[in-house]
């Protein structure tokens, strides 16, 4: 059984550029890519007192998010989410595990309402005001897929859009070298059940057992295998070129998830 959604918008920050026009060059055929340092943009859609208290993953989270509606000329405040994330905030862990370590173990109240797996999605609530679900998953490496298929389920289901988004970022050492994560990376996906102006084509999925498809660019395969948010990069490349694909992403208990690209029709 196949779900089918549309594709109408995407946001996307991770190493090489900082939204989705500049990645969308980068997977074009024959660009000659390099990995290059995540650089999280400024998050201005909080009040400072939150802002201030916001880590990386949350910055990601909410800044590709926002590019993703901002593309489709949509309201945040009227968007069903979805969040995912195999980690949550690598530096928070971390800074909590020192506490733990330490001599008093008292933990900052700020960092652990950022330890919680949802913190994204409150902080996405106070930023645009909205009210309507949120889906807070992690799947380690197979999120992309996880999150993706459940956000296509809720779009077919409820049939309203939904904002899919799904982040990555390091932990420091020790963890990092127990859980290495190449560097931060973050993409949102507007799914919506019909077709709509300017979408960017069709997704239709299924659960299979195919192997993953690999990106044929070394340094591209070496951002895929090494950030899970990034394992959805096949399918990226087919948006971005906007040509017929079938690409097979990482899922869970050693599945995939087929998913094939139909590009809107200009």
Not at 195 to 222: F, I, K, R
Request: glycine share 10%; aromatic share 6%; hydrophobic share 40%.
């Amino acid at each position: 059984m196949s779900v089918h959604v549309y594709l109408q918008a995407i946001g996307m920050v991770g190493p090489g550029a900082g939204n989705w026009e500049g990645w969308r060059a980068l997977l074009q055929p024959d660009v000659d890519y390099q990995v290059v340092p995540t650089v999280v943009p400024a998050l201005n859609v909080l009040p400072p007192a939150e802002r201030r208290r916001t880590g990386a993953g949350v910055k990601l989270a909410l800044a590709t998010g926002m590019e993703a509606l901002h593309n489709a000329g949509i309201d945040p405040a009227t968007m069903t989410t979805v969040f995912c994330s195999s980690g949550g905030d690598g530096e928070n862990c971390h800074l909590i595990c020192e506490a733990l370590a330490g001599s008093d173990r008292m933990i900052s109240p700020t960092r652990f309402h950022n330890s919680v797996h949802n913190a994204p999605s409150g902080y996405w609530g106070i930023a645009a005001g909205a009210m309507l679900p949120s889906t807070s998953l992690c799947a380690y490496d197979g999120g992309f897929a996880v999150g993706l298929l459940e956000s296509a389920v809720q779009c077919t289901t409820e049939q309203r859009p939904v904002l899919y988004v799904v982040y990555d970022t390091p932990y420091p050492e020790p963890l990092h070298s127990t859980r290495p994560i190449l560097d931060q990376c973050s993409v949102a996906l507007l799914l919506t059940p019909q077709p709509v102006a300017g979408q960017q084509g069709a997704l239709s999925l299924q659960l299979g057992d195919a192997p993953q498809t690999a990106m044929n660019n070394a340094a591209l395969e070496q951002v895929r295998l090494g950030i899970p948010a990034a394992r959805g990069l096949p399918l990226l490349q087919a948006v971005a070129q906007q040509k017929h694909a079938q690409t097979q992403l990482e899922y869970v208990n050693g599945r995939s998830l087929q998913v094939a690209f139909t590009p809107a029709v200009a």
